[in-house]
């Protein structure tokens, strides 16, 4: 007995993942040396929105 | 030399420059086991020069480091760095994830600013997802981002959102097969067949039992409200 | 035709994806997502066959006339061919 047909499908993706590490990297000036600058980084952030 | 515990797992690192020692202090731990030990060589430090060329010395420390632990623990603890951004709500973990660009961390923002202290940012640029005893765990790590965002915690996967600039508001669930693609891209994994066949079936292990959500969203806070909604209706199932 | 041979399979929800093994070195990024009909043609089109055989073959298992088949699959020719997979 034949087999119910659905559309032949196909995709193809190049997946393109190689900056996964990279992405996001702070730039020197970024005071990420500093422990304060976690804190004063998060909330500058949140002020903007308020 | 300093053990860090990242993604639960005690890593030596010998950081040598400030910047790097820095980005790893809230992760560094008293025990004195550890599982393994990254060091960066010359070569890493080459390699990475190539990846991202004109960047200071110390990035390259680190983003090499990372690349090590995420080589590790894709090898050999069953996790995925993800290219996310990681919040934590009402006891669960979402990640919400899109191409670069879209408001990822805008939309964060957003919940911060209609829920406050209900929500916890776990990171804001790339958590690991792990799983223990087949829970997928989310847990923050030290490389948060720009904008520095995120703690030092883990919750389990509640549910993932592909988040897509729209003019109006609306969620809707994903099939599993069309997230396949979009995770991919998002994931750290090399790309010989075994790592491909591991990838592929640690995404589908991880969509398995985890909701998956398309939200179509602007920048108005409710946008928050529309994706809450569809985290409200899974709980109620 | 046929499709370049050294692609894995491997189930993924409701699909099946084909990636490149090692040896194949120009698709190391490539992911092919078909669905059960799909995975079909491609496993008839890993040896060399005419057009009209697989139009046969896909005639002969499934509930379908041959102008449907014949459009569908010369999408899928299509797409594998913009791959560069397609040998003819």
């Given at each position: 007995m034949k087999e119910v047909y659905s559309k032949i499908e196909i995709e193809i993706e190049e997946i393109n993942n190689d900056d996964v590490i990279t992405t996001s990297t702070p730039s020197p000036d970024d005071p990420i040396a500093e422990d304060s600058a976690r804190d004063n980084a998060y909330v500058s952030w949140f002020d903007d929105l308020i | 030399m300093p053990i860090y515990k990242i993604a639960n797992i005690n890593i030596k690192i010998n950081p040598k420059s400030q910047y790097l020692s820095a980005l790893l202090r809230d992760y560094e731990t008293n025990e004195n086991n550890f599982d393994f030990t990254v060091t960066v060589t010359e070569n890493d430090i080459i390699n990475e020069k190539k990846i991202a060329p004109n960047f200071p010395d110390f990035l390259y420390e680190s983003s090499a480091t990372l690349r090590n632990i995420s080589k590790e623990i894709f090898n050999n603890y069953n996790g995925v760095l993800f290219h996310s951004v990681a919040i934590e709500y009402s006891g669960k973990a979402y990640i919400f994830t899109a191409k670069s660009?879209?408001?990822?961390?805008?939309h964060i923002m957003l919940w911060k600013k209609c829920l406050g202290d209900n929500v916890k940012i776990i990171n804001g640029d790339k958590p690991f997802i792990r799983f223990i005893e087949d829970k997928p765990i989310v847990f923050g790590c030290p490389w948060q981002g720009k904008e520095n965002l995120g703690e030092n915690t883990s919750c389990e996967l509640?549910?993932?959102?592909?988040?897509?600039?729209a003019k109006e508001n609306s969620v809707e669930p994903l099939p599993k097969e069309k997230s396949l693609f979009p995770?991919?891209?998002?994931?750290?994994?090399?790309?010989?067949?075994?790592?491909?066949?591991?990838?592929?079936?640690?995404?589908?292990?991880?969509?398995?039992?985890?909701?998956?959500?398309?939200?179509?969203?602007?920048?108005?806070?409710?946008?928050?409200y529309t994706a809450l909604s569809a985290i409200g209706e899974e709980n109620e199932n | 035709m046929k499709i370049k041979n050294g692609f894995i399979l491997r189930k993924f929800a409701d699909k099946i994806v084909a990636v490149a093994t090692d040896e194949m070195a120009d698709y190391d990024n490539t992911f092919i997502k078909m669905n059960s009909t799909g995975e079909f043609v491609w496993n008839?089109?890993?040896?060399?066959?005419?057009?009209?055989?697989?139009?046969?073959?896909?005639?002969?298992?499934?509930?379908?006339?041959?102008?449907?088949?014949?459009?569908?699959?010369?999408?899928?020719?299509a797409t594998i061919k913009k791959a560069g997979?397609?040998?003819e």
């Open positions: - | 660009g879209t408001g990822k961390t805008t509640g549910g993932i959102f592909f988040l897509q600039r995770l991919l891209n998002a994931c750290d994994f090399p790309k010989n067949s075994m790592g491909k066949i591991k990838a592929m079936d640690f995404i589908e292990k991880l969509t398995k039992n985890t909701p998956i959500f398309l939200l179509k969203c602007n920048m108005n806070d409710d946008a928050c | 008839v089109m890993q040896n060399d066959v005419t057009y009209d055989f697989i139009i046969k073959s896909l005639l002969d298992k499934y509930d379908i006339d041959e102008e449907t088949a014949k459009n569908d699959l010369d999408e899928f020719l997979l397609l040998d």
